[in-house]
């Protein structure tokens, strides 16, 4: 059997965190715990020993108690010189701070201070406790972030933040910002990076977070904690895979799923420290937070990728979720000024430990360089010279909702003679036309766009970016409307004011019939469209600097 | 005036009609799902997705953590439900078992054959919600459409997988999907252990 160092980790106590910083691995201990006798088991409190010393009177594992400067100490001295007569040689008494071991020390009970001095210059930062309105006040320059007391791992904290205790405070808490400045230095964080894929409507999420990792100019680890469905990609890509399931997926009540993702998180992060963890999405998930305040959770620097274009009926909450971020690394967007949402405006929450990065747009650079039209075409079975070809690219969820769409683009395609390909999306289900119907699923799709005369495409983050610098060929933008994605209506709009691209959007009463007809006749006249954007955008290369950067302690 | 006791049993009424269509509208639905399973399975690409990341070698599929948990620690969490699918309908699918159904790394033909018979089945008289524990992702993007859940267990022993399944879903057997083999059961299974694999 292998030993396992325990911690017992009584709720609310930042105690279990520092502790945790100061040993090579943990893990937390759980309710009626059968240890082994080479184990060795930890109490942040002599009240958590306390509560469970019964438990291990049987057991002759070694037992490690920080004992706490609190009102009852001179009490319960006398208790724990009684436990530890009766579990000798077994247990060693420790103090958080030199003062705390001083003070023990008067009252007949030995205990070497944890931790060692510090001989790095502290942090600029300052985290100010405040534990009457159960928060800590982070400082950056002048501006206050508050934080919730225990949202956030202290060891954690402490890589970037002095912790202080104002004099009023009990000794306990010295103690506590005594410990966080003596807590060894993170050592070579390693090149394990973990990227959190939401589960979304389409490939949006996996795809940029593809494309910000492949473009590190230094060799990093890659694992995919995937939510999406489409987790194969990510592991066709040379990345560890672990798939997941989200409370939708089961039918489970949130806040069930949510402890058991935690758990499972926290697991994960113990066990291989990942340098950083690259989330994207809306907002930083709860059950992310909550694994990285687990004890022995404090390695990783959480970074997020968040991109603009929310609705305007977004809850703009999520924006709040910086405050407990390493680095907030937002993807331009070349339709920002079209941006109706709160993305567009300075976000009114405080940064707390982030720092923002706007980048220049991020797009796949595919492993293969764009394929000639007479190759792509070849690659694709579409033969050469054979007539006018248009891609239909309407994403995940397209299908059911632009179903009419559907129908009517047929009728026309098949009048002006332009043949449709339709790219399916793994995450969708085969068209009912498929009789009829030429299907591509292949992944990525950009270096084979020169086979195409024009392509009809939804309005996401990724595909209007791709199309907007990687084609010169017309494009077709059907907005896709979903509350959970962003706002594809308006990006398409501003493409087509700038003559990018012409835009269906049936909300907004256009002439279906006409859109289409124009946009196909375009297709026959095979002229390029000039005046898009630049090639090549930087967006993930300037990301990846970043994040590595982030990695390197460089913050 | 109608008087309360009229109210009440119009109320009713439009109660139990209310249900009734419920009913008829998921099963409506779970036989269009079911269809277009049927259709996503006959054909013979339904699995393959041309995924072009040059020479690159395939990442590796890691364990669930849960593996790696103290039993006593998964104990103490609340259980995760499995859902029914959207190809079948039951009044009450909380009340059927779940089983774990393993699909090895199977050749596309033998794997979609082995699920239209499994979830034909499963369609016409549902008797369990399923829960597919894969050695590969291959089948994770088919299932996923129809509201299938997926444990991706690698080369994990069933043994332990089957015990930590059991501590966060109620899994109570395992058996294979070619045969219908029983690999595992709740009933004959060790009583877990504290100390972690």
Known sequence: MTAVTWIDTPEGDPAAGLIAALLPEVRPMPPLAATAPEDTVWFPSHHAFAARAAEFAATPCALHVAVRRGRSLAADAQVLRALADRLAPRVTFHALSPAAATALQALGIDA??????????????????????????????????????????WARLARGAVLTAPGD????????????????????????????????????????????????????????????????????????VLLRHTAEHLGAD??????????????????????????????????????????GCHHARLIWIRRGMWRADADARGLSDVRFCDRVLIPGDLAARADPGATARANPFPPGLSKTRTSAPVVLSPATSPLSRRDARRALGLGFGTGTTCLVSLGGEAFSRTAGVEDRLRQLARKARVTLVWARSPLAAPSDHADDTRQIALYPISPYLAAFDGVISACGYNSFHELMTMTNRPVLFVPTINERLDDQGARARHAASEGWALCFDPEQGHDESAVLRSFLGSLRRAEPVAGRPPGNPTGAAEMAATIQDCIRGNI | ????????????????????????????????????????????????????FGDVRPGRLLLDPDLDTAPQTLDALPRLPVPLGRVAWADHPEDLPVTGILIGDLRPPVLASGLLALLTEHHQQPFARLLFLCRTLAPVHVLGRYGFICACIGDAPVDGVGITLGLRHGLHQIRTLDEGALLWSSETAEAPHCQPP
């Open chain 1, 112 to 153: 070497a201070p944890l931790g060692t001095a510090p001989t790095a210059p502290p942090p600029s930062d300052r985290a100010v406790i405040e534990p009457d309105r159960d928060r800590l006040l982070h400082i950056r320059h002048g501006v206050e972030t508050p934080l919730p007391l225990t949202a956030l791992n």
């Open chain 1, 169 to 240: 405070l009990e000794p306990d808490w010295h103690d506590l910002a005594a410990l966080a400045s003596r807590l060894p230095s993170p050592g070579d964080p390693g090149r394990h990076l973990l990227f959190i894929t939401p589960n979304g409507v389409g490939l949006g999420h996996l795809t940029r977070q593809l494309a910000v990792l492949h473009a590190m100019t230094e060799p990093v680890r890659a694992t995919f904690w995937s939510f999406s469905r489409a987790a194969l990609i990510a592991q066709a890509a040379g990345h560890d």
């Open chain 1, 254 to 295: 949130p806040s069930a799923w949510q402890m058991r993702e935690t758990e499972a998180l926290a697991t994960y992060l113990r066990r291989f420290r990942p340098a950083a963890i690259v989330t994207d999405g809306s907002q930083v998930e709860p059950f992310l937070r909550d694994a990285m305040a687990q004890p």
């Open chain 2, 1 to 52: 005036m109608a008087s309360t006791d009229d109210q009440d049993t119009d109320a009713l009424i439009l109660l139990r009609q209310a249900g009734r269509e419920r009913q008829e509208l998921g099963r409506r639905l779970a036989r269009y799902e079911f269809e277009a399973l049927k259709r996503d399975l006959s054909d013979p690409g339904a699995f393959d997705l041309r995924l072009e």
